[in-house]
């Protein structure tokens, strides 16, 4: 986590200080026909790329979705 790193703390610690003081990390409401037609459109631009380049353009527009 970079949030971690810029603390100066490990991860874990941060997640547990987080889950102690109820900060949650959601992932964001999107239907599977709207993530569907994301990942078209991304796949028309860039048809060789892969998972993680699919999700690094997700995030980069708000977006947290489950990958695995």
Not at 19 to 27: F, L, M, P, S, T
Request: no cysteine; hydrophobic share 35%.
């Amino acid at each position: 986590m970079e949030l971690a790193k810029m603390l100066g703390v490990h991860r874990n610690t941060l997640r547990l200080y987080m889950k102690h003081h109820g900060v949650e990390r959601k992932y964001s409401d999107l239907t599977n026909t709207d993530l569907d037609l994301l990942i078209k459109e991304f796949k028309k631009k860039r048809p060789d790329s892969g998972i993680r380049y699919i999700v690094g353009y997700l995030r980069r527009h708000g977006l947290w979705v489950q990958h695995r």
